[in-house]
């Protein structure tokens, strides 16, 4: 699997994103997909997971209510919407493919993912 993501930008506090993450690969519909972010001097952190049926999401507490994963396989596709956005949500994100084909549960830890794509940057102004 092979994945890069799109849609990063500039925006005002408060305004909205869409970013894209588009897959290449056939097993593509049998991955739980997730989103990371990684902002100048901290670690890669996990924002949000979607199971490979779509059945299943998690977030990260800080994108709560705030942010929505989505996925669709017709177009190997996977979508974070991000609404309301904060100055701290700036930072590179990045999707990436679970390392365990058609796995039962959603997964929040980075060492659980091993296809990763190129990040985009998503800068809020204040």
């Known amino acids: 699997v092979q994945l890069q993501a799109s849609g990063g930008g500039l925006v005002q506090a408060g305004g909205s994103l869409r970013l894209s993450c588009a897959a290449s690969?056939?097993?593509?519909?049998?991955?739980?997909l997730g989103w990371f972010r990684q902002a100048p001097g901290k670690e890669r952190e996990f924002v949000a997971t979607?199971?490979?049926?779509?059945?299943?999401?998690a977030y990260a507490d800080s994108v709560k209510g705030r942010f929505t994963i989505s996925r669709d396989n017709t177009k190997n596709t996977v979508y974070l919407q991000m609404n309301s956005l904060k100055p701290e949500d700036t930072a590179v994100y990045y999707c990436?493919?679970?390392?365990?084909?058609?796995?039962?549960?959603?997964?929040?830890?980075?060492?659980?993912?091993?296809?990763w794509g190129r990040g985009t940057q998503v800068t809020v102004s204040s």
């Open positions: 990436a493919a679970d390392r365990i084909i058609m796995r039962a549960i959603v997964v929040d830890d980075t060492s659980e993912y091993n296809y």
């Open positions: 690969g056939r097993t593509f519909s049998r991955y739980g």
């Open positions: 979607i199971k490979w049926t779509g059945g299943s999401t």
